[in-house]
């Protein structure tokens, strides 16, 4: 999202060219501030043979009612109607609301349905199982949901009604065990840049019904991760620990994201290896 519109399109191809025969999907984020920013990268994400696109909510005009969205996504997924379209919930980053809604925002999750809703309900995150909801006829090529959030309600009515074939993708690492347990059939998010091996392990004890091994996997990474927030856990910082613990240099955040210190970087590089090497 820091990238220009022709920096995104060439990160866009190298990914495509490069995976060729080395991974079995590329979905390309196409989510802009402005629509015709992103109905361009989803022609160019045609162009340069990718699998998939998907498509967070603008941020800055936000739409106010799941119709909207809707309406919006629509218009993203015209551009490249024969690919596979994801919709992106990110609502701790999108700050996408419901701005309606009937009982308040207590009951937030415990009543889907926002067309009830009095519009002075401001502080809700917009329900993606509402912007899913029939979206199939809008947007033939709805394939699923990349699911960053910690409403496991609203996670469990999309896998509900959802279709057989779409992907179901969970975004919140710390917590992958129970949304496999909802029926997440994939994950999406950045801890798997470089805890990959570990993940693996978790979902082969899960698919073998090995509970406790799994819980222990998803424990070890929820350790790492209150460590790691001592320091402030963001998008530098997790940066950083890629390339401290890849070895492959991936360059600064750009700014306004600010770099941790290196030296911070490095102490929370050393408890990933203590807790991950040796289980
Ligand atoms: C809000 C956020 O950044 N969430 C991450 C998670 O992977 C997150 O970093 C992780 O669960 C640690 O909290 C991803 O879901 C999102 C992400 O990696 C991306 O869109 O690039």
């Known amino acids: 999202m820091s990238f220009s519109v022709e920096e995104r399109k060439s990160l866009a191809a190298e990914w495509c060219l490069r995976a060729k025969g080395k991974m079995d999907y590329v979905i390309v984020h196409v989510g802009c501030l402005s629509l015709k920013d992103s109905m361009e990268l989803a022609q160019h994400a045609v162009k340069v043979g990718a699998d998939g696109i998907a498509v967070v909510s603008p941020s800055f005009f936000k739409p106010k009612t799941a119709d909207a969205l809707r309406l919006y996504l629509q218009k993203v997924a015209s551009a490249a109607p024969t690919l596979p379209f994801y919709y992106y919930h990110i609502p701790t980053v999108t700050g996408v609301n419901c701005e309606s ?3 308040g925002p207590l009951l937030h999750g415990y009543w889907p349905d926002t067309s009830k809703c009095p519009p002075d309900c401001r502080d809700v995150d917009m329900l993606a199982s509402d912007v899913c909801k029939g979206i199939k006829k809008l947007i033939p090529s709805f394939s699923g949901v990349k699911f960053t959030g910690t409403d ?6 999309c896998v509900k009604y959802s279709q057989a074939e779409q992907l179901l993708l969970y975004g919140i690492d710390e917590q992958l065990l129970t949304s496999l347990v909802l029926g997440a059939n994939g994950a999406v998010g950045s801890l798997y840049n470089y805890l990959g091996r570990h993940y693996n392990k978790l979902l082969v004890a899960f698919a073998e019904g090995d509970l406790d091994s799994a819980r222990a996997c998803q424990f070890n990474v929820q350790d790492f991760l209150a460590f790691a927030s001592q320091y402030g856990f963001d998008v530098a910082l997790n940066k ?3 390339s401290n613990l890849s ?3 991936l360059g600064p955040p750009r ?6 210190p290196p030296a911070t970087v490095a102490t929370i590089a050393e408890k990933c290896r203590q807790i991950f090497l040796q289980n």
């Open 101 to 103: 809604f009937s009982f």
């Open 247 to 249: 070895g492959l240099n």
């Open 152 to 157: 496991l309600m609203d996670f469990g009515l």
């Open 240 to 242: 950083q620990l890629m």
């Open 255 to 260: 700014l306004p994201v600010i770099p941790c």
